[in-house]
């Protein structure tokens, strides 16, 4: 795998655990689990 490749799917690794902890943090709080997924955007937006 190149360089690049290890880079992306490193985000994409990130990403998935983002998504995975504020799906649970947002279960905690009892919130809809879609904003968790829409916090996850807003910060791999910015992260990108």
Same mark, same amino acid.
């Given at each position: 795998?190149?360089?690049?490749? &290890?880079?992306? #799917? /490193?985000?994409?690794?990130?990403? &998935?655990?983002?998504?995975? +902890?504020?799906? %649970?943090?947002?279960?905690? /709080?009892?919130?809809? /689990?879609?904003? #968790? %997924? +829409?916090?996850?955007?807003? +910060?791999? %937006? /910015?992260?990108?």
């Amino acid at each position: 795998m190149s360089l690049g490749g &290890i880079a992306l #799917a /490193t985000d994409f690794a990130l990403l &998935i655990v983002a998504a995975a +902890v504020l799906s %649970y943090a947002a279960r905690l /709080t009892k919130q809809p /689990t879609i904003v #968790a %997924y +829409v916090l996850t955007g807003a +910060v791999s %937006y /910015t992260h990108l």
